[in-house]
């Protein structure tokens, strides 16, 4: 934490004794100022020696001969290796410290997971070896496949789709086969405010009308409401429980059963299925389907263009109506998967394919190795811990931020705070990049759209009480700040690489290209 007070002010460039230096230069101590790679080494420099091969190219590849020198930057390798290294030293991870990031379930992966997902016949499966070949890929598949049913009380799951919005599209296009079976036009989908933004936004793609169910004063939907628009053009229901703002639904069961007396469906958001693991089954309150976040729930955080995963659980009324390929043991013990030519007879009523291949091989792995080793006992214990955190987190700043929902119970996997009372002319972005200079990345902000500039904490299970404290105190200082108008957090952060940028201008002109001495 800095030794800045509440109140105090912070240098535009480190402290009193390295103020002289000027304020364009990002070196400090081991955290050097980086050149882009073409600055470094121009084009038309090399820094290798490649001999040009004498013999003429052939003929029928003459046309691709280059006619001038690529405008590639010449370095040597260790010139190569220390300008990455360097970006890198530049770059927040979770193993340098905490993702609070609000419904994202950014925790600590376990090293035992990546051993696993590297192993030979899971790393190097290729999708179009012959099944006699990938058995054991296969037993991985269905046994996964076989506990996220468990876990969730399901009936049938889909293994194939690659991450969360992908899973809701599958859910929703279960839904929509399944009301084609029954011979129903049915075309609204009801999404309550305190759902994820990527609800209405697949159950548009797909086709339906949209509308918002309002919710209560303390965070939950309004049953009353959703009740009141339940009829015959209602397909269903797109609700995420846990909520976004951190609150389990407590009436779930009842609206899924007045949502399946009105001859609709209803999906669930599994993204924060973290918070009830092992304590909470969905089927046994009524959801039809639900995608599950192998890359939140099961142990490999999500972002920086990763693989992702989110299998689809669904129950007995939509099951046959899921996607193909999926696997199925046979008479004589062996596991095989079940493609279109395979299907007619067991599963005629697919509505077809959401991908290519059999899903995500690496997240299979690393998700069977968590919850095996973990257990019953220990998934259970996950959900627990993450309650107990966030629960902490909010208590302990409840002080020093308005938390709009504080008093409608305890949070589940994530605390909510809003910017009521910040001095005038502050806002959550202010807080947001003061904590960048506290050493933390930023929560998540200004979602949920429910709550005024809305500041959303997941700890996850993985921090410990210490680290917790190390945040909170961080956070309370920089929200203090906030409170008593300290004009220093205005242009924060002041010890990032890089300074605060025009919000707007960095998302409509962004420079993505580098085009000799002119960035486009």
Same mark, same amino acid.
């Given at each position: 934490?800095?030794?800045?007070?509440?109140?105090?002010?912070?240098?535009?460039?480190?402290?009193?004794?390295?103020?002289?230096?000027?304020?364009?230069?990002?070196?400090?101590?081991?955290?050097?100022?980086?050149?882009?790679?073409?600055?470094?080494?121009?084009?038309?420099?090399?820094?290798?020696?490649?001999?040009?091969?004498?013999?003429?190219?052939? %003929?029928?590849?003459?046309?691709?001969?280059?006619?001038?020198?690529?405008?590639?930057?010449?370095?040597?390798?260790?010139?190569?290796?220390?300008?990455?290294?360097?970006?890198?030293?530049?770059?927040?991870?979770?193993?340098?410290?905490?993702?609070?990031?609000?419904?994202?379930?950014?925790?600590?992966?376990?090293?035992?997971?990546?051993?696993?997902? *590297?192993?030979?016949?899971?790393?190097?499966?290729?999708?179009?070896?012959?099944?006699?070949?990938?058995?054991?890929?296969?037993?991985?598949?269905?046994?996964?496949?076989?506990?996220?049913?468990?876990?969730?009380?399901?009936?049938?799951?889909?293994?194939?789709?690659?991450?969360?919005?992908?899973?809701?599209?599958?859910?929703?296009?279960?839904?929509?086969?399944?009301?084609?079976?029954?011979?129903?036009?049915?075309?609204?989908?009801?999404?309550?405010? $305190?759902?994820?933004?990527?609800?209405?936004?697949?159950?548009?793609?797909?086709?339906?009308?949209?509308?918002?169910?309002?919710?209560?004063?303390?965070? *939950?939907?309004?049953?009353?409401?959703?009740?009141?628009?339940?009829?015959?053009? +209602?397909?269903? +229901?797109?609700?995420?429980?846990?909520?976004?703002?951190?609150?389990?639904?407590?009436?779930?069961?009842?609206?899924?059963?007045?949502?399946?007396?009105?001859?609709?469906?209803?999906?669930?958001?599994?993204?924060?299925?973290?918070?009830?693991?092992?304590?909470?089954?969905?089927? !046994?309150?009524?959801?039809?389907?639900?995608?599950?976040?192998?890359?939140?729930? @099961? $142990?490999?955080?999500?972002?920086?263009?990763?693989?992702?995963?989110?299998?689809?659980?669904? $129950?007995?009324?939509? $099951?046959?109506?899921?996607?193909?390929? @999926?696997?199925?043991?046979?008479?004589?013990?062996? +596991?095989?998967?079940?493609?279109?030519?395979?299907?007619? %007879?067991?599963?005629?009523?697919?509505?077809?394919?959401?991908?290519?291949?059999?899903?995500?091989?690496?997240? @299979?792995?690393?998700?069977?190795?968590?919850?095996?080793?973990?257990?019953? !006992?220990?998934?259970?214990?996950?959900?627990?811990?993450?309650?107990?955190?966030?629960?902490?987190?909010?208590?302990?700043?409840?002080?020093?931020?308005?938390?709009?929902?504080?008093?409608?119970?305890?949070?589940?996997?994530?605390?909510?705070?809003? !910017?009521?009372?910040?001095?005038?002319? @502050?806002?959550?972005?202010?807080? %947001?990049?003061?904590?960048? !200079?506290?050493?933390?990345?930023?929560?998540?902000?200004?979602?949920?759209?429910?709550?005024?500039?809305?500041?959303?904490?997941?700890?996850?299970?993985?921090?410990?009480?210490?680290?917790?404290?190390?945040?909170?105190?961080?956070?309370?200082?920089? %929200?203090?700040?906030?409170?008593?108008?300290?004009?220093?957090?205005?242009?924060?952060?002041?010890?990032?690489? *890089?300074? *605060?940028?025009?919000?707007?201008?960095?998302?409509?002109?962004? +420079?993505?290209?580098?085009?000799?001495?002119?960035?486009?």
């Amino acid at each position: 934490m800095s030794a800045t007070n509440a109140a105090g002010w912070r240098p535009e460039m480190g402290n009193a004794e390295t103020s002289s230096r000027p304020t364009n230069s990002g070196d400090r101590a081991l955290m050097l100022e980086e050149a882009l790679i073409f600055e470094l080494a121009p084009p038309g420099t090399t820094g290798v020696d490649i001999d040009v091969p004498s013999a003429e190219p052939m %003929a029928s590849l003459s046309k691709f001969i280059r006619q001038d020198i690529a405008a590639l930057p010449g370095l040597s390798e260790p010139e190569t290796v220390r300008h990455y290294t360097r970006l890198s030293r530049q770059n927040y991870a979770i193993d340098l410290g905490p993702f609070p990031l609000g419904s994202c379930t950014m925790k600590h992966n376990p090293r035992l997971n990546e051993k696993v997902a *590297r192993m030979a016949g899971f790393a190097d499966v290729h999708p179009l070896s012959p099944q006699q070949s990938v058995r054991g890929a296969l037993e991985v598949i269905n046994e996964l496949a076989f506990w996220l049913i468990e876990l969730t009380g399901m009936h049938g799951v889909a293994m194939t789709p690659k991450a969360g919005a992908h899973g809701e599209l599958c859910g929703v296009l279960c839904i929509k086969a399944a009301l084609q079976a029954r011979g129903e036009d049915r075309r609204v989908i009801l999404v309550p405010e $305190s759902a994820h933004g990527t609800n209405p936004a697949t159950a548009a793609f797909a086709g339906f009308a949209i509308e918002n169910i309002p919710a209560t004063a303390e965070g *939950r939907v309004d049953l009353a409401a959703l009740k009141a628009r339940l009829g015959p053009d +209602v397909a269903g +229901v797109m609700i995420t429980n846990p909520n976004t703002c951190g609150l389990f639904e407590r009436d779930m069961k009842v609206i899924s059963d007045a949502v399946h007396a009105a001859g609709g469906y209803v999906y669930c958001d599994g993204a924060n299925f973290n918070a009830i693991v092992g304590k909470v089954r969905p089927g !046994d309150l009524g959801i039809d389907a639900m995608h599950i976040n192998l890359h939140k729930t @099961f $142990s490999t955080p999500h972002g920086g263009g990763g693989p992702g995963s989110g299998p689809v659980v669904l $129950s007995k009324a939509l $099951s046959p109506f899921g996607p193909l390929p @999926f696997t199925a043991r046979q008479a004589d013990g062996t +596991v095989l998967l079940i493609e279109e030519e395979d299907a007619a %007879a067991a599963h005629p009523n697919s509505f077809g394919r959401m991908a290519a291949f059999h899903g995500q091989m690496g997240m @299979f792995t690393r998700a069977l190795a968590y919850i095996l080793s973990h257990g019953a !006992d220990g998934l259970a214990r996950v959900a627990e811990d993450a309650v107990l955190n966030a629960n902490y987190v909010l208590r302990s700043l409840e002080d020093d931020l308005d938390a709009p929902f504080g008093k409608a119970g305890p949070c589940m996997h994530e605390a909510l705070f809003s !910017d009521a009372g910040l001095a005038d002319g @502050f806002t959550t972005l202010d807080i %947001a990049k003061g904590l960048i !200079d506290e050493g933390f990345h930023p929560m998540t902000v200004y979602f949920p759209l429910v709550v005024h500039g809305a500041m959303l904490v997941e700890p996850t299970e993985t921090e410990s009480k210490a680290g917790l404290d190390r945040f909170i105190a961080s956070l309370r200082s920089v %929200a203090r700040r906030a409170k008593a108008g300290d004009e220093g957090l205005k242009n924060a952060p002041h010890f990032a690489p *890089r300074r *605060r940028l025009d919000e707007t201008q960095a998302a409509r002109k962004p +420079v993505l290209v580098w085009k000799g001495d002119q960035e486009v």
